[in-house]
């Protein structure tokens, strides 16, 4: 079930963080940039993201499976993880489209994200363009090339995909 995220979700947010990373990664970016990334968060990282943004969740038997952020300040899509047991089911396109439709319900016309390079074709395949290739610092000590994309979102998302999210 899609929904909203609580402050409680976010050590299941974080573990399923850090398993798509390993799981997806590896053929993109050396082991110790995956470790670096894996790390470069905390639960109460999602805290302070739970209370000032956008976080969704879907959960399956009361556990977190999957998790998207949007910063509505700023139209930047943050994140969007699978756990690797849940991945390919259409779930993060889910996440992602529902992310949007709330973004339309603000006025928001248009988002930007960084795609690491092992999910640029899903995000290209949910209609973002590449706008700029860059080196991203996941950390202080490495850097990560991920590519900037956008997508022109439409209001009438905010209808299809916003109706029945549980708070």
């Known amino acids: ?7 409680s979700d976010a050590p299941e947010i ?19 940039e995956i470790e670096d990334w894996c790390s ?16 969704l969740v879907e959960d399956v038997n009361e556990s977190v499976v999957a998790f998207g952020q949007l910063n509505p300040e700023t139209a930047f899509i943050e994140a ?10 259409g779930i993060g396109l889910k996440i ?21 390079l092992n999910a640029v074709e899903f995000y290209r395949r949910a209609g973002y363009v590449p706008v700029l290739e860059e080196k991203h610092p996941p950390t ?13 979102i439409r ?10 999210l549980r708070e």
């Open 1 to 7: 079930m899609l929904r909203l995220a609580k402050i």
């Open 14 to 32: 974080l573990q399923t963080r850090i398993a798509a990373i390993r799981a997806q990664a590896s053929l993109h970016y050396p082991a110790a």
């Open 40 to 55: 470069s968060r905390t639960a109460e990282t999602y805290h302070t993201a739970i209370e000032r943004k956008i976080v």
């Open 80 to 89: 969007v993880y699978v756990s690797p047991p849940h991945s390919r089911q």
């Open 96 to 116: 992602l489209r529902a992310l949007e439709a709330m973004a339309a319900r603000r006025g928001i016309t248009a988002l930007t994200l960084e795609a690491s």
């Open 140 to 152: 202080p000590k490495t850097s990560s090339a991920t590519l900037r994309m956008r997508h022109e």
């Open 155 to 164: 209001s009438r998302a905010a209808r299809v995909f916003t109706e029945n």
